[in-house]
């Protein structure tokens, strides 16, 4: 056989007819060869495109660092003091100070680094600030991580105003629409359930503006929330003790930059939060047997929500005394549930953050009335002179108060909720109207505890409770009346005929924030702890328990904000003074 046969014969049974030439596929090797070569040509350009990808990535970073250097340099502050900015500066120094320093020598608008990438822009001019807060419409991604941490995600505290928008003003609705029918009535079964409670714990002790105003807040809220039979709930007070707890470590277990699965008090945690959601879905049950009011929405209840028209008719499903569920429990019109939100999550959160703020209204103006006795006093000749020639009405009519408001408000004014308040625009640049250009994704501050004692807004006694200065004379157009500080001897209700000056006319006026995103219950917040103040005064007089120091100085706690003393305090009946 003649040499190299076998391999000519393999090579001719690889050929088709006609092919002269054999294909390379067909040797083992050069087919293992090919592919090798082939799937490192595919590896090779992967790894091209990812490179160039990840390098415009960079890039466009980089871009927006530089952007934000240069846009930033045009806004006045102190100079940074290291490549990481003012970090440094501020975890050592009061942020309030800080700012409260910047603003006396750069003005009305500063800058702090909080680091390279990082811009916190300041304002404390009232105008600058309104036009900030209407324009500026989404907050902080990280703002609510403790509703999350503790109540899963939420399309109600999303950081996009896109995605809050339509549930905001359904919530809205709601709660206008029950303050109009059930708010004056629920207050006084509020109070006599607080005050019987009060009662077994003064035989026990003493009482602190503190207790008495976490009682008040957590009872109306709760009525509010889940309807008069939250009052005689065999769990509320189970439910108050755990709701306070996880209030007590939300902050601590959100400052995490990650979740710490690795603590253990951080797992007791999430029990608690367990917990709370399984009596929530208690109280939702016990809400359904009461009222049957808790059903999926459909397009007549949320037309009858939205349209004014209706919103206010008698056979509205709000007049049977709950403000949920449309709102909170189930999603708005044509809208669909988030597959990870807790049906239940929004009540919590709703009752958490209305739990806190309330309670801090209502302990101030509890520690406000017992330092003014002669307030008290005026307050309950408004309640006097409301009830005459109406004996058998039961609501209270607060809008006929006018110190009553006045003291609410002021009182609001001194102790905000909060020490700032923070927003952002995350996608497009924020020009304001003296052509000053703030970047996206700059945290915008209100310092509001300077806004509202500054002397330049509110007069000379910024810093003092005086009421009289919501109070006008009637003689006075509402288009003329200004904010500034009034003296009680030059508007006195007593003396004359006078009128509530609107506080939201004054962009000073901050308490509930303003703008697209303020808080949707500043009505119901308002006028609800009125007429439980109105309730409340009627048939008791606030006193400091004997001893105690009338001439109480502001605090400053761990969140740099001026808080009064929680005093001791005691109610005696009226008519059985001693």
């Known amino acids: 056989m003649p040499p190299g046969f076998l391999g000519k014969l393999n090579m001719s049974s690889c050929q088709s007819p006609g092919t002269p030439r054999p294909s390379p596929s067909c040797h083992p090797r050069d087919n293992s060869r090919f592919l090798r070569d082939y799937a490192a040509t595919q590896i090779n350009a992967f790894l091209w495109i990812s490179l160039i990808a990840v390098t415009l990535l960079l890039l466009r970073k980089l871009l927006k660092l530089f952007a934000l250097w240069a846009k930033g340099s045009r806004i006045s502050g102190p100079p940074c003091p290291s490549f990481y900015g003012h970090s440094k500066l501020v975890s050592e120094t009061n942020l309030t100070d800080l700012l409260s320093e910047s603003h006396n020598k750069y003005g009305s608008v500063v800058k702090l680094w909080l680091g390279p990438t990082q811009l916190l822009v300041s304002m404390k001019d009232p105008g600058l600030i309104k036009e900030m807060l209407l324009k500026a419409k989404d907050k902080l991604p990280l703002t609510g991580r403790a509703f999350q941490l503790a109540f899963g995600p939420s399309s109600l505290f999303s950081s996009p105003f896109d995605k809050v928008q339509k549930r905001r003003e359904l919530l809205a609705a709601e709660l206008n629409g029950y303050l109009l029918q059930r708010a004056n009535v629920i207050s006084t079964k509020v109070v006599d359930h607080v005050m019987e409670k009060l009662h077994a714990i003064m035989g026990k002790g003493t009482l602190d503006c503190k ?18 039979s939250f009052l005689a709930w065999s769990k509320a007070s189970v439910y108050e003790e755990l709701l306070m707890m996880i209030a007590k470590d939300a902050c601590f277990w959100a400052s995490y930059g990650v979740t710490p699965f690795w603590k253990q008090g951080f797992w007791r945690y999430q029990r608690l939060c367990i917990n709370l959601k399984s009596l ?4 939702i049950e016990q809400c359904r047997q009461n009222y049957k009011l808790f059903c999926p929405t459909n397009q007549n209840s949320y037309s009858e929500i939205s349209n004014p028209e209706t919103k206010n008719a008698p056979e509205a499903p709000l007049s049977s005394g709950i403000l949920m569920p449309d709102s909170l429990s189930l999603q708005e019109h044509n809208d669909h549930l988030n597959a990870r939100e807790e049906p239940c999550g929004n009540i919590m959160r709703v009752m958490f953050h209305g739990c806190l703020t309330t309670a801090g209204l209502i302990g101030n103006i509890l520690t406000r009335l017992a330092t003014h006795p002669e307030i008290q006093d005026k307050i309950h000749s408004e309640i006097i002179m409301s009830r005459k020639g109406e004996q058998k009405q039961k609501q209270q009519d607060v809008d006929k108060m006018l110190v009553l408001m006045a003291t609410v ?58 009421p009289y200065r919501f109070l006008s004379k009637a003689v006075k157009e509402p288009e003329l009346v200004h904010t500034s500080s009034l003296a009680e001897d030059t ?17 000073a006026f901050l308490p509930f924030g303003s703008g697209t995103r303020a808080c949707v219950g500043q009505k119901f917040a308002i006028h609800g702890v009125a007429t439980l103040f109105a309730s409340l005064l009627e048939h008791y007089e606030i006193r400091l ?12 706690n761990n969140c740099a904000l001026q808080l009064l003393p929680s005093p001791k305090i005691v109610f005696v009946k009226r008519n059985s003074r001693g």
């Open 211 to 228: 207790m008495v105003s976490q009682h008040m807040a957590f009872s109306i809220m709760g009525a509010t929330l889940f309807g008069d």
């Open 491 to 507: 508007v006195d209700p007593d003396q004359g005929s006078c009128i509530l000056d609107d506080p939201n006319h004054n962009a």
């Open 280 to 283: 929530t879905q208690d109280g």
């Open 545 to 556: 328990q004997p001893g105690s120091d009338d001439d109480l100085k502001p605090m400053v």
């Open 409 to 466: 408000y002021e009182s609001a004014r001194l102790m905000p909720a909060g020490p700032l308040l923070q927003r952002c625009s995350l996608k497009d640049d924020l020009t304001l109207k003296t052509g000053l250009t703030i970047p996206a994704g700059a945290i915008l501050v209100v310092p509001v505890q300077l806004v509202q004692m500054d002397d330049s807004c509110w007069g000379d006694d910024a810093s003092q409770f005086n």
